[in-house]
Structures are given as C-alpha cells and as structure tokens.
C-alpha cells in the first residue's frame, strides 16, 4: 500500500493560501533518504552524490540536498546557473552532458566543474571552446543489452550516450598527451532499475575497465561515476530498492576488483536523481469534472504540463483519494485533464475509491521528473510548488505560472501590452 506524505486535513489547510494543483515535496523524506545513500556509501572515502539537477531544478531544493553533502550534476547552461545561485560550484558541480554547446563547455569550465565527456570528438571541441582541464571523466558505453541474470533492463547499443571501448583508451591517450592528470569513468546504463543488483554490476563493470585502462596507458584514475538509474517503485506492488544492500554489492566488487588493481584510493561518485526526490514529492489535484460517456471520467484541475510522464511514457502514478484511503476501490476510472490531446490521463481504468466533486487526489512519486518535465501546451500554466518542511510548516519554493509569464517572451513588441496580465 502507497501511503501519502499528507493528509486531507492538512491540504485543505494548505489549499487555503495555495491553491491546487501544486507539488508538494516532503523535507523530512528528502533528508532522510539522502542520510541513507550516505551511509550506504561511508565505506568509500571520497564518496559524494552529484544530485541531477535536471530532475528537481528547485534552488530551495538544492539547498536541502547541499546541506547534506550533495553536489549538482548538470548538463545545461540554466542548470550551471542554478547551481552557482546555490553556492555549488567547482568540484561540487558534475557537468554530465551530451551534444553540447561550446557556451555550457565555458561555463562548465569558469565555474571549475568536473567535466564529464560524453564523445571523443568533443575533446577538440571543449579545448577549442576554452581548454583542457587537468582533471577529466569521460562516459562509457559499451553497447549491447544490459542484462541482470536472464533481464534486459536497457539497450545501451541503442542509446546515443558515451564512448565506446576502443574510444575509451584512445581518449585516455590523446588526454594524457594534452597533460591531463587526473580522471574519472562514468556511465549509465539502464534507467529505474527497481533491482539492488543493478549498481553492483556496473560497478563491476567500470571497475574492470578502470583496472584495464590502468594498465594499459598508467592513467591516474581517481574516481568512478556510477550515474544515476537506481530507481523507485511507482507501482503499489513492487518493493523499494535497499540502499544499505546496493552500497555493500558495491563494496564488495570495489574490494575483489579495486583493491587488486591497486586503485583502493579511488572515490565512487553517483549522480541519482529519482531515487533522492522521487517518493518525497507528489501533485496534489481536485476532481472538478465527472463524466459518463463509454467510460467513466474524473476530470482534475492538472493535466499532463503539471506531469508529463503518464502522456509520454504511459507512466503509472499511484493516486489517492485523500480522506477515502480505506474505502474501497470499487470504481473504475479514466483521471483526465484538460489538454486537448487524448493522451492527458493520469491514470486509465485505475480502480479507486468512488470519486466526488471537489475531492483532492494526490498523484504519487512526481517528486522528480515532474515538475521539470513540464510545458505550456493549450497554454496552459505550471503549477507553483511548495515544501512541507520538518515542523509541519508550508513554504513555496516556486509560485504558479500567471498569464504574465506565459506572454513574457513578446515583450519586446507592443501586441499584448494592453493586456490585463
Ligand atoms: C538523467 C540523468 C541522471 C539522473 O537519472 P535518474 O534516473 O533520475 O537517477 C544522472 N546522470 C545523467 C547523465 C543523466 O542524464
């Protein structure tokens, strides 16, 4: 059973100053999830989670997660700038990105973040766009399917990341020609693994590389970019990953492969982003419409731009009926919103609770890859977010998107000036 962060008590008292939708994250979640992946990985002495911005671009967010010994990983312009806003800068920035711009190599660079190159082509690129840094990652890909025992859990051939093998030692030598000194490994390969095994074998698999390229070219490696991918269970059926067991399956390959290979001073560096916001957030929604036509309808106040993964992906969100978590489900429902795009559904026969007007539904597990996945399609506006902090409080974070905002980008001519906005 799925249990929300909230009650229906205390969202009609926060819908008294904001009003729905919005999302709401849970401090108390975040930090204690984020103490657990710390402690999971205290064996390793360098270790450190570059949280992928791109998940939460929240500042207020980022904060929570600086004050527990996070850094930001980035992969944009805009996330470089919100991550300098927060005071993370330098080494505590991972600058993990593809087909890049030779603008974000140069903000990269002056912020003096790790750079973690996604091609091999792009090593003349970042010293033409501003120079070679001394310290390096680059981003494997070995291609194939990425099996755990019988289970394809991705398609890394098909995936239009990172270097391949032949590359990786090649990189290594044009890299250590041009006085690179210091250098890490990073690679992902699969996405929302909901399985402890999945780090321990990449893990495995980039520390045998790491010991190859050792001996092959003397490169003085000093870290391990795990990535992201560890996942969450968005279904009510699955079990949460251990974070305390994926730490020790790493442990242990660091010990049998590492350690032998003389590289027992490297640090392991992960880069999750739904597994550290994921849960801790969710889209609190009112039922505002129902309809009887073929199927039976519950239109709500948000739509696919407050979350985009159910109409992307077909993504399954747990919802509850908040106040009716022990009726029971005996009413089959299509949770719609207002998008002119057959595809806006929240949820599709999803059994719940019988459903009435001005009910408040809150959908699960948005906490990252929500919010920031958002657009304005029918014009329609972004939700505001707002913090349950630890003393019960309510803070917003980001206020909702108004009509202003929308227009914001013709203000350099006169045709919605007499606007009412
Ligand atoms: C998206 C992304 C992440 C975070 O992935 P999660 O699935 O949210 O853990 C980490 N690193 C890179 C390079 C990414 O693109």
Not at 102 to 117: H, S, V
Not at 142 to 156: C, H, L, Q, R
Not at 267 to 287: D, H, N, Q, W
Not at 294 to 312: F, Q, S, T, W
Request: hydrophobic share 35%.
């Amino acid at each position: 059973m799925k249990k929300p962060f909230v009650t229906r008590e205390q969202i009609e008292k926060i819908n008294e100053t904001y009003k729905t939708p919005f999302h709401l994250y849970d401090e108390k979640g975040i930090r204690e999830n984020a103490r657990k992946l710390k402690a999971a990985f205290a064996w390793n002495k360098g270790f450190k989670e570059y949280f992928a911005v791109k998940a939460t671009p929240n500042p207020f967010i980022l904060n929570i997660l600086k004050e527990e010994g996070c850094g930001c990983d980035c992969s944009s312009y805009t996330e470089l700038m919100l991550s300098q806003a927060v005071g993370i800068t330098g080494n505590n920035i991972m600058f993990s990105s593809n087909d890049t711009p030779k603008e974000d190599f140069i903000k990269a660079r002056e912020l003096g973040a790790i750079i973690n190159l996604d091609d091999i082509t792009h090593i003349d690129f970042l010293e033409e766009a501003c120079g070679i840094p001394e310290k390096i990652c680059l981003r494997y890909n070995p291609g194939g399917v990425f099996k755990v025992s019988t289970s394809i859990m991705d398609n890394p051939g098909d995936a239009k990341y990172g270097l391949t093998r032949e590359q990786m030692s090649e990189a290594f030598r044009i890299l250590m020609d041009k006085g690179v000194k210091e250098f890490g490994i990073h690679s992902f390969l699969a996405s929302n693994t909901v399985t402890n095994e999945y780090y321990p074998m990449l893990a495995a698999i980039l520390f045998r590389l790491a010991a190859e390229i050792k001996a092959e070219t003397g490169a003085n490696i000093t870290f391990i970019n795990l990535s992201g991918g560890v996942g969450i269970p968005y279904t009510p059926d699955k079990e949460p990953n251990d974070i305390g067991v994926i730490g020790e399956g790493v442990r242990k390959a660091f010990e049998e492969i590492m350690v032998p290979a003389g590289l027992e001073n490297v640090s392991i560096f992960t880069e999750l982003g739904r597994f550290m916001l994921g849960p801790y957030g969710c889209l609190v929604t009112k039922a505002i419409h129902e309809k009887h036509t073929h199927k039976e309808y519950i239109g709500v106040d948000a739509c696919a731009v407050n979350l985009m993964r159910p109409a992307m992906y077909g993504a399954y969100h747990h919802i509850t009926v908040l106040g009716k978590e022990n009726e029971p489900a005996d009413h089959v429902y299509d949770v719609v919103g207002s998008l002119c795009e057959n595809n806006d559904k929240f949820a599709i026969d999803r059994k719940l609770p019988k459903v009435d007007i001005g009910d408040y539904l809150v959908i699960h597990d948005t906490g990252a890859h929500g919010y920031s996945m958002g657009y304005n399609y029918n014009g329609r506006l972004k939700s505001a977010e707002l913090l349950l902090k630890e003393d019960g409080s309510v803070q917003l974070i980001r206020r909702a998107e108004t009509p202003k905002d929308y227009f914001a980008t013709f203000d350099f001519c006169d045709i919605l000036k007499d606007m009412d906005c």
